[in-house]
C-alpha cells in the first residue's frame, strides 16, 4: 500500500500545530476503508523551536500485511528573525513512524531486513537518517541507484538527494556537491508535472537556490563546466528570474575556455550570445545595456584577432564608440571603453597604417589613466596598453620619447601585476618587445639580456596549448634575432627561426596571426641565407593560407583574406627560387603551383574530379558530391546585411566544412586516394606535360628563371643570368605602351617598336628555353608546349615561333580540364551574341559579319544556334552553356581585378559573371582593359569549368576579332570526321 499526500499552510505553524495537522491529514489518509494508523508525535526531531512550518508532504508506504513500512514527511522551514523571515535551506525532516524517540533504531532494523536487491531497500535506505553528512548523502544515492528510470519513487528519490546534497554543499562547500545538484534538479524538474506539490517546492526553494549557487561559481572553462552552464540555463528559461544572469555566465565559460584553447566555434556561440542579449535581454535603455554592448566588441574585436576579417574590426570600434557613448565624462565606470577602443584603434592603425588611429588611441589610454591612479584594479592593465601603444608608434615613426615612456609604463605595470594575475604573461612579452627596441637603438647588452629572460618567464607560466605563447614564441624571435643582427652568434640564428617555427605551428592560435609568424620566418631565413628553413617555412606557409581560405565561406571574404596579405603576393615565385638555390626542382614546381592555386582553393576543393573514386567507392562520391553541393549553396547564405544572420550563416557554414572534412578523411584512408585533394606531388603535376612540355617561366626578387616539365623525368632548370625582375618591369611597360601606339597605327605602317620589343622577349627569354627543346629533349618543330608564365610575365607576350604555344594559368588547370575531356558527348554549338548590353561600352559593330562567318564555317553536324537580341540575357546565356558542348561569345568583356570570380561579359540585362557559369565550352572574346595577368577571362574560365580556352591577350577591335574567327574556324573544322570536333587542335593555325 502507498499513499501520498501534500499540504501547503496559509500561515506559518508552530509545533502543535504540525502535529495537528499532520495526523489529522494521516488519518484522513487512511480513512479509505482500511484500519487506519496510529500515529502520535511526540517529537519533531531536528527542528528548533525558533523555526516554523510553510509547507510540509507525507509520503507513506504499507506492506502487504497493511503495516506501516515507512512514513516520510517533508517540509520546508522558515527562520523567524526580528527583521523578518530569511529562507533556510529545504530542510529534510524524514522517517516519522509510531514515536520517533526510536525511529532510527527501526529504520535501521528494516534496512538491515531489507538487503541489497529487495524491493523495499531503496524506501528502507531513503528512511533511515544519520548525523554523518557523508553517509547519509550516500545513502540517498544508494536509494536513488535502485530507483531506475520509469520507478514511482524516482522523483522523490531525487528530490531527497538534492536535498542532502544541498546541505552537504552549505557544510562543506564543495563544487562538486552543487553541480551534481544542478544535473539531479534537471532531470527533477522532467519528472514533476506542472501542478504538482513536488514540482513546486522543486522549482521554488531548491531551484533558485541550486541556481544562485551555480552562478556564484567562478567560471570554468573545462568542458563539464561548459556543460554546468548549459544545464543552468535549461533551469532559468526565457522569462525566468536568472535567465540573464544564467545566459552571461555561459557565455563567461565560453570566454574561458576560448582563452585557453583558442577554438573558434567557443568565440562564435559568445558572440551570438551577447548579441542576443543587447537585443533582447538587455536592450537599450537597460540598466546593463551598456556592459553587455562591451562584451559583444570585446568578443567581436577577438574574432578579428582570430580570423582577420576587416568588417569584424570595423563593427568593434563602432560598438566601443557607442559603449563610450554610454559612460561619458565624470562616469565611474568610464575607463573600460577608452581602454577597450584604444586597444580597436591600436589595431586598426596596425592593419591601415592611419597616424590618426594611433595618436587617438595613445589619447585614449592616457584619459583612461587618469581615472586608474595606482591602487585602481586596472590601472596596471592601462599603463601596459599604454606602453604598448606608444612602442608602436615608435616602431613606425622613431621618436625616442615614445620607446622611453614605454619601458618606464611597462616596468610599473609590471611592478603593480600580482604574480598569480592570470595575465601576468602578456605584461612580460610586452615589455620584451619594448627592451628589444630599445637594445636595437642603444646596443646595452643588459636590455636584451633581460628581453630573452621575459619571454622565458612567460613561457614557463603558460600551458602548451595556452593560445599566448604564440606572443611569448613572436617576441623571444626578435629578440634572439635583434642579437644575432649584432653580435653574430650563429646560436642565436638557431633559436631566432626555433621560435618562427613553434609560433608558425602553435595549434590554438588563429590561422592569420600564425601565417604572419610563418611570413615573418620566411623573411628572416631569407636575409641570413638560410635556405633549408626558409623552404620549410614556405611549405608551412601554403599550408596554412589554403587551410585560412578553406574556412572563408564566400569568394569576397577569400579575397578579403588574400588582399590582407598583399605583402606575401610574391611568395610563390620567391619559393621556387629558394627551391632552385637549395637545388631541389621538383619542391621548386610544387611550391610555384600551390603558392598561384590558392586564390582558387575554395573552387577547385568543392569542385573534383570524382571517375575513380565513383567507380571504387559510388556511396562514399556521392557523399563527397553532396556535401560539396551543400557547401557550394551555402555561400549565398553568408552576405545578409543583418550581422547576427551572417553570423548563424557562417556557423552553419564551418559545420559544413567539419562533416566535409570528415568525409575527405575517410576518403584518404582507401587505397590509391591516400592524397584526395592535398597539394600535390610532382609526380602527379607532371601528367600536365603528357601531351607536351610545359615550360614554368618563374619571376622573383631574388632570381628569373624557367623549369621545364618534360613528359617524363627530373623537370629542367633554364636560368636568365642576364635578366632581373627590374628588366622585366621595363620590358612590361615598354611593350603596353607599344601595344598603345600600334592600336592607333595605319596598317602599312611598319609596327618597328613592337617588332624590337619581341625580338628582345625572343632572345633573352624564349631561346635559352627553345635551345633545352631542341637540344635536350630532342622535341620536333610544330610541337605543341605549354606556357605557364607568372608575376610580370603574365604581362609579356611571349612566343615560340619553332612550337604551338598554349598557355595555362596553372598545371591543375590543365590536368584538370583534360580529365573532363574524357566525356565524349555529342557536340552542340551555340553563338552568344551581345552588341550592347549592360552599359558596357561601345556597339560592337563587326559582330554581324563575324556571326555571318560562324555560321558557315560550323557544320550542321554542331546543330549550331544563335542567342541574340532580348534572349541574350544572363539567364539566356547560362542554359545555353549548360545546355551545348561549344559556345562563341560575340560580346563585351571586362576583367574585375579587385573579385576575380567576379570578371563578366556584358548580357543584354545584367552581367554574367565567372561565378555563373557551371558547365566547360568553347571561348572568343575580348577584354577591354589590360589586366594584371593576361590570361585574365581565359584563366578565369578555365577555372569555372572550360575544357579548353581560346582569348587574346589584351584588347582588341571587333573587327580584327572578325579575322581571327575566320582563320581559327577554317582550321578547326577542316577534316572533321563524323561531326567530332577537336578542341585539342585549336590554336594550330593561329
Same mark, same amino acid.
Given at each position: ?40 508525535f ?6 528548533h ?13 504499507g506492506n502487504?500485511?497493511?503495516?506501516? &513500512?515507512?512514513?516520510?514527511?517533508d ?11 530569511s529562507k ?6 524524514s ?9 532510527v533504531?527501526?529504520f ?20 533511515l ?6 553517509a547519509?548523502?550516500s545513502?540517498?544515492r ?27 554543499? @552549505? ?9 551534481e ?6 532531470? !527533477?524538474?522532467?519528472l514533476?508535472?506542472?501542478g504538482t506539490?513536488l ?10 537556490y ?26 532559468c ?7 540573464l ?16 584553447y583558442?577554438?573558434?566555434?567557443? !568565440? ?9 542579449v ?5 536592450p ?12 559583444l ?9 582570430h580570423?582577420?576579417?576587416s568588417?569584424d ?10 559603449v563610450?557613448?554610454l559612460?561619458p565624462? =565624470?562616469h ?15 589595431t586598426?592603425?596596425?592593419q591601415?597604417?592611419?597616424i590618426n ?40 615613426? @622613431?621618436?625616442?620619447?615614445? &620607446?622611453?615612456?614605454?619601458v ?18 602578456r605584461?612580460?612579452?610586452n ?19 633581460e ?48 621560435n ?5 605551428l ?31 617555412a614556405?611549405?608551412?606557409f601554403f599550408?596554412l593560407?589554403?587551410?585560412? &581560405?578553406?574556412?572563408?565561406s564566400s569568394?569576397t571574404?577569400?579575397?578579403?583574406a ?10 610563390p ?32 576543393? !568543392?569542385?573534383t ?25 551555402a ?21 559544413l ?9 575517410e576518403?584518404r %584512408? ?21 601531351? =607536351?612540355?610545359?615550360i614554368?617561366l618563374?619571376a622573383?626578387?631574388?632570381l628569373?628563371?624557367a623549369?621545364?616539365i618534360?613528359?617524363?623525368?627530373q623537370p ?18 615598354d611593350f ?20 624590337? &620589343?619581341?625580338r628582345?622577349?625572343?632572345d ?25 608564365p607568372t608575376a ?11 612550337y604551338i604555344c598554349s598557355?595555362?594559368p ?12 574524357? %566525356? ?5 554549338f551555340?553563338v552568344?551574341r551581345?552588341?550592347?548590353?549592360a552599359?558596357?561600352?561601345?556597339e560592337?559593330l ?29 539567364? =539566356? ?7 551545348n ?19 563578366h ?8 559573371t565567372l ?8 571561348l ?15 584563366? =578565369? ?33 577542316k ?16
Amino acid at each position: 500500500m502507498e499513499i501520498r499526500a501534500s499540504f501547503e499552510c496559509g500561515g506559518m505553524l508552530g509545533h502543535g500545530e504540525l502535529i495537528g495537522k499532520l495526523e489529522r491529514s494521516w488519518n484522513e489518509l487512511l480513512n479509505n476503508g482500511d484500519e487506519p494508523f496510529d500515529l502520535s508525535f511526540p517529537l519533531i526531531r531536528g527542528v528548533h523551536p525558533s523555526l516554523t512550518l510553510k509547507a510540509a508532504s507525507v509520503h507513506a508506504r504499507g506492506n502487504d500485511d497493511g503495516g506501516l &513500512l515507512d512514513c516520510v514527511v517533508d517540509c520546508q522551514i522558515v527562520r523567524d528573525t526580528d527583521t523578518g523571515h530569511s529562507k533556510f535551506a529545504e530542510y529534510m525532516i524524514s522517517k516519522v513512524v509510531s514515536h520517533l524517540n526510536d525511529a532510527v533504531e527501526r529504520f535501521q532494523s528494516v534496512l538491515d531486513q531489507c538487503p541489497a536487491g529487495h524491493p523495499d531497500h531503496a524506501a528502507a535506505a531513503t528512511n533511515l537518517d544519520r548525523e554523518d553528512i557523508d553517509a547519509t548523502t550516500s545513502l540517498f544515492r544508494d536509494a536513488l541507484a535502485l530507483c531506475p528510470q520509469g520507478h514511482p519513487d524516482r522523483p522523490l528519490s531525487l528530490y531527497h538527494l538534492t536535498n542532502a546534497l544541498i546541505w552537504h554543499y @552549505n557544510n562543506q562547500h564543495t563544487t562538486n556537491d552543487i553541480c551534481e545538484c544542478a544535473k539531479l534538479h534537471y532531470e !527533477l524538474l522532467s519528472l514533476c508535472p506542472d501542478g504538482t506539490y513536488l514540482r513546486s517546492i522543486t522549482v521554488g526553494g531548491n531551484g533558485d537556490y541550486v541556481i544562485l549557487a551555480c552562478n556564484n561559481l567562478a567560471p570554468d572553462g573545462s568542458d563539464e563546466g561548459i556543460q554546468l552552464r548549459r544545464l543552468v540555463l535549461e533551469l532559468c528559461p526565457l522569462g525566468h528570474q536568472h535567465h540573464l544572469s544564467a545566459f552571461n555566465k555561459l557565455s563567461w565559460a565560453l570566454r574561458e575556455r576560448f582563452t585557453q584553447y583558442g577554438n573558434i566555434d567557443d !568565440l562564435d556561440e559568445i558572440i551570438q550570445c551577447f548579441r542576443e542579449v543587447v537585443s533582447t535581454l538587455a536592450p537599450k535603455g537597460c540598466h546593463h545595456h551598456g556592459t553587455y554592448l562591451n562584451n559583444l566588441a570585446l568578443s567581436i574585436a577577438w574574432h578579428f584577432d582570430h580570423q582577420g576579417k576587416s568588417h569584424d574590426l570595423d563593427e568593434a570600434i563602432s560598438l566601443y564608440e557607442e559603449v563610450l557613448c554610454l559612460f561619458p565624462i =565624470g562616469h565611474a565606470s568610464r575607463d573600460a571603453p577608452l581602454d577597450n577602443l584604444g586597444g580597436a584603434l591600436h589595431t586598426c592603425f596596425i592593419q591601415c597604417g592611419d597616424i590618426n588611429d594611433i595618436n587617438r588611441a595613445i589619447s585614449l589610454y592616457h584619459e583612461a589613466l587618469t581615472l586608474c591612479p595606482p591602487g585602481h584594479p586596472t590601472c596596471d592593465s592601462t599603463l601596459n596598453n599604454l606602453a604598448i601603444a606608444l612602442a608602436t608608434r615608435y616602431d613606425k615613426f @622613431n621618436p625616442s620619447e615614445d &620607446l622611453n615612456e614605454a619601458v618606464n609604463l611597462h616596468h610599473q605595470s609590471l611592478r603593480l601585476r600580482q604574480l598569480d594575475n592570470p595575465q601576468r604573461h602578456r605584461n612580460l612579452v610586452n615589455f620584451s618587445s619594448a627592451l628589444c627596441s630599445r637594445f636595437m637603438e642603444t646596443r646595452n647588452n643588459r636590455d636584451i639580456k633581460e628581453a630573452i629572460n621575459l619571454c622565458q618567464q612567460s613561457l614557463a607560466v603558460l600551458p602548451s596549448l595556452h593560445p599566448d605563447r604564440y606572443f611569448s614564441y613572436v617576441w623571444l624571435k626578435d629578440a634572439y634575432l635583434a642579437r644575432y643582427q649584432v653580435q653574430h652568434n650563429p646560436a642565436d640564428l638557431s633559436l631566432a627561426l626555433e621560435n618562427s617555427r613553434l609560433a608558425s605551428l602553435h595549434p590554438t592560435q588563429g590561422l592569420p596571426q600564425c601565417i604572419i609568424a610563418a611570413c615573418n620566418w620566411i623573411v628572416a631565413a631569407e636575409q641570413h641565407n638560410n635556405d633549408g628553413s626558409a623552404l620549410e617555412a614556405y611549405a608551412l606557409f601554403f599550408e596554412l593560407l589554403d587551410a585560412h &581560405l578553406a574556412t572563408r565561406s564566400s569568394t569576397t571574404s577569400q579575397r578579403e583574406a588574400t588582399a590582407a596579405l598583399n605583402y606575401a603576393s610574391t611568395l610563390p615565385v620567391d619559393a621556387a627560387t629558394c627551391a632552385l638555390r637549395h637545388h631541389n626542382l621538383q619542391k621548386a614546381v610544387e611550391l610555384v603551383e600551390q603558392g598561384r592555386c590558392h586564390q582558387w582553393s575554395l573552387a577547385s576543393r !568543392l569542385r573534383t574530379p570524382l571517375e575513380d573514386l565513383e567507380f571504387t567507392n559510388p556511396n562514399l562520391a556521392h557523399k563527397f558530391s553532396a556535401l560539396s553541393k551543400r557547401l557550394s549553396d551555402a555561400q549565398g547564405a553568408i552576405g545578409s546585411a543583418d550581422r547576427a544572420t551572417a553570423d548563424r550563416a557562417v556557423v552553419e557554414y564551418r559545420r559544413l566544412t567539419k562533416e566535409w572534412d570528415t568525409v575527405v578523411a575517410e576518403i584518404r %584512408n582507401h587505397q590509391d586516394f591516400s592524397r584526395f585533394l592535398l597539394p600535390p606531388s610532382y609526380t602527379e603535376l607532371q601528367i600536365a606535360a603528357s601531351h =607536351g612540355p610545359v615550360i614554368i617561366l618563374n619571376a622573383s626578387k631574388y632570381l628569373c628563371d624557367a623549369l621545364v616539365i618534360p613528359t617524363s623525368g627530373q623537370p629542367y632548370h633554364v636560368p636568365f643570368p642576364s635578366l632581373a625582375l627590374a628588366h622585366l618591369e621595363v620590358l612590361k611597360d615598354d611593350f603596353t605602351k607599344a601595344i598603345r601606339q600600334t592600336s592607333g597605327m595605319r596598317q602599312e605602317v611598319p609596327r618597328t617598336a613592337l617588332m624590337a &620589343l619581341l625580338r628582345r622577349i625572343w632572345d633573352v627569354v624564349m631561346l635559352p628555353i627553345i635551345q633545352v627543346l631542341q637540344h635536350v629533349l630532342k622535341l620536333l618543330h610544330h610541337s605543341r608546349i605549354w606556357l605557364y608564365p607568372t608575376a610580370v610575365f603574365t604581362s609579356i607576350p611571349l612566343h615560340a615561333d619553332l612550337y604551338i604555344c598554349s598557355y595555362t594559368p596553372t598545371l591543375s588547370a590543365l590536368i584538370r580540364s583534360r580529365q573532363m575531356m574524357k %566525356n565524349h558527348t555529342t557536340p552542340s554549338f551555340v553563338v552568344i551574341r551581345q552588341s550592347r548590353g549592360a552599359g558596357q561600352g561601345e556597339e560592337l559593330l563587326a559582330v554581324e559579319n563575324e556571326l555571318e562567318l560562324v555560321r558557315k564555317l560550323v557544320p550542321a553536324t554542331a546543330d549550331p544556334t544563335t542567342l541574340f537580341g532580348d534572349a541574350a540575357t544572363r539567364a =539566356g546565356a547560362l542554359e545555353a552553356l549548360q545546355s551545348n558542348t561549344w559556345v562563341h561569345l560575340a560580346c563585351h568583356g571586362k576583367q574585375d581585378h579587385e573579385e576575380p570570380y567576379y570578371s563578366h561579359f556584358a548580357m543584354r540585362d545584367t552581367c554574367l559573371t565567372l561565378l555563373d557559369i557551371n558547365n566547360a565550352h568553347k571561348l572568343n572574346s575580348c577584354d577591354e582593359k589590360m589586366p594584371d595577368e593576361v590570361i585574365h577571362l581565359a584563366a =578565369g574560365l578555365q577555372f569555372s569549368g572550360f575544357k579548353s580556352v581560346v582569348g587574346t591577350l589584351w584588347a582588341v577591335d571587333d573587327a580584327v576579332a572578325k579575322h581571327v574567327v575566320e582563320a581559327f574556324y577554317q582550321d578547326i573544322f577542316k577534316d572533321l570526321k563524323e561531326g567530332d570536333i577537336d578542341c585539342t587542335k585549336g590554336g594550330v593555325s593561329t
